[in-house]
């Protein structure tokens, strides 16, 4: 990219970031002033914006398991969800064709449907990113949403092959053999070692995905989807995940960019957009209404529900092809660009206060829920432990099996991923699924014998772990909480939040280092000699 555009984005980045918004809504403002001066990114920009998408899809293959989406309160409540919301939005686009609104002239009955269903995806980019920051990619609501919009994708790409009017080359049916280069792709990520071997393989797989999909006539964002899930399971695949994060992120402000980029805003195409966004609020009910009633819980319908409030770059596809079919103006292409951006403004603050718009209305929410719930998402209690641990993963396993051996087993651990927790308990650990941040399961815990002494939070997000030893703390006073972060800045908010020792994860690996070597010699102390100079 343009280090003029890099500039830029840093700095609107930069800005929204110091007011607690995430820095994706600073890049869509730099595209907006960056094309209202006329400075555009060009086909550089759009290269490092494509690859941005297929390394995010791949990333989401990665952590997909072909049968969760099989569940009907994925592959059912997305369907329900496209086919009302297209019905009822296109019947409204059509109502509009008699109003004074010059954009909506000319428009049938066809054409309004291919709006409406335009709008009725969400953008997968803005709900990983927003998951990833939080933590919550592993979670129930996590699952559920990127489920969802696996699903949604694969509508829209059987859309766009049947529109573009190409029929697929014979050889697709090649692709089959795929499946025959799984453990030879492993192999070849396992010998890879963890190094920049690993990175460059990490692009090269996803790259050549897209290209092969392309080469046999289906779209490119579909082969780095379909490689990733064909990899997925394996514990070398969350290292590839991680090994490419920052490239993804990298390019991924590039697609930012280009939306603000497609146009420059009229009055007319601002109302509109805004018009569009006011569906949002429905958008939102009729997820959560059709997760309960697909019995899952209030809060994790409301957190999946809140984290899918916006519209799709899908938009922008159909857009450009409506408008190269002669069936819409180009103003419809900022009118999907500006409709698109207005729910990341608006999405973006109500994913960050999520906790707290659960925990305000919880009982008014969980009117909606059913009797019976699927298993996996129920409320759990607490049996006679002294200690408690939440977050099982790298650092939290390692505590539980220290503080084992040091205290017993009155243990537990908690943790949100059901595959995790499978994984412990199959070790032989006292792990069970939870979530800290669930404000139903602090209402309902029941202790027995002895309260708990302490808490350990080893959850993956500074925010997670704030609001967890908020209601920890409010539910039992004298507990001892203890946190980790990965940064001293953050250490006076855990504080603040009632947390009594709060631990920098890096630094105290070190500490950690030592103190187990000097245990293994059998040492409290070690005395090196000290050199004396002569």
């Not at 490092?48 to 059912?76: C, H, N, Y």
């Not at 209402?443 to 993956?460: A, W």
Request: aromatic share 12%; glycine share 8%.
């Amino acid at each position: 990219m343009d280090i003029i555009l890099i500039l830029v984005a840093f700095v609107f980045g930069f800005l929204v970031k110091q007011i607690g918004l995430p820095p994706l809504l600073g890049f869509l403002a730099a595209g907006f002033v960056l094309n209202a001066f006329g400075i555009h990114g060009g086909d550089n920009l759009k290269e490092f914006a494509d690859a941005g998408v297929l390394l995010l899809l791949f990333s989401i293959g990665l952590k997909i398991r072909v049968k969760s989406l099989l569940r009907p309160e994925i592959w059912a409540v997305a369907s329900i969800h496209m086919l009302v919301t297209v019905v009822l939005l296109g019947g409204m686009i059509y109502l509009l064709t008699y109003s004074a609104l010059s954009l909506f002239a000319g428009i049938d009955w066809p054409v309004a449907i291919l709006i409406a269903f335009a709008l009725s995806f969400s953008s997968t980019v803005f709900t990983v990113k927003v998951m990833e920051e939080k933590g919550e990619m592993n979670s129930k609501h996590g699952r559920i949403a990127i489920g969802i919009l696996v699903i949604q994708d694969f509508f829209a790409v059987i859309f766009l092959t049947l529109s573009s009017g190409k029929i697929p080359s014979p050889w697709a049916i090649g692709l089959i053999g795929l499946f025959l280069l799984r453990k030879p792709l492993l192999a070849l990520i396992v010998r890879c070692g963890h190094g920049e071997l690993l990175i460059l393989l990490g692009l090269l797989i996803p790259l050549s995905a897209a290209n092969l999909f392309e080469f046999v006539g289906l779209k490119p964002d579909l082969g780095a989807l379909l490689i990733g899930m064909l990899l997925a399971g394996h514990d070398k695949t969350n290292e590839l995940a991680k090994a490419i994060l920052s490239f993804k992120d990298f390019l991924l402000v590039g697609f930012f960019l280009t939306i603000g980029l497609s146009g420059l805003p009229s009055l007319a195409t601002v109302g509109i957009s805004l018009l569009f966004v006011i569906v949002i609020p429905f958008k939102i009910a009729l997820f959560f209404l059709l997760l309960t009633r697909f019995k899952l819980r209030a809060r994790t319908s409301t957190f999946s529900s809140l984290s899918l409030a916006t519209y799709s770059e899908f938009g922008l596809i159909i857009g450009a092809l409506g408008a190269s079919k002669g069936w819409l103006g180009n103003e419809w292409l900022v009118i999907f660009a500006l409709a698109l951006s207005f729910t990341f403004i608006l999405a973006s603050p109500l994913n960050a206060v999520s906790y707290l718009i659960y925990g305000r209305f919880h009982t008014f929410l969980r009117k909606f829920e059913t009797k019976k719930r699927l298993p996996g998402d129920c409320v759990v209690s607490v049996g006679n432990v002294d200690a408690v641990i939440f977050g099982v993963g790298k650092v939290g396993a390692s505590a539980y099996e220290s503080l084992s051996r040091r205290y017993g087993k009155k243990i537990i651990g908690m943790d949100y991923d059901l595959e995790n927790v499978r994984r412990h308990v199959a070790s032989g650990l006292n792990v069970i699924q939870a979530d800290a941040t669930d404000y139903d399961f602090w209402k309902r815990i029941e202790v027995q014998g002895k309260e708990i002494k302490l808490v350990m939070l080893t959850l993956p997000s500074l925010e997670a772990n704030i609001y967890a030893a908020k209601r920890i703390r409010s539910r039992f006073s004298e507990v001892t909480i203890a946190a980790i972060v990965s940064f001293d800045d953050q250490v006076h908010e855990l504080e603040e939040a009632g947390v009594n020792y709060v631990f920098n994860v890096h630094k105290e690996a070190g500490a950690g280092f030592a103190d187990h070597i000097c245990e293994q010699m059998g040492q409290n102390e070690v005395n090196f000699p000290v050199a004396v100079e002569s």
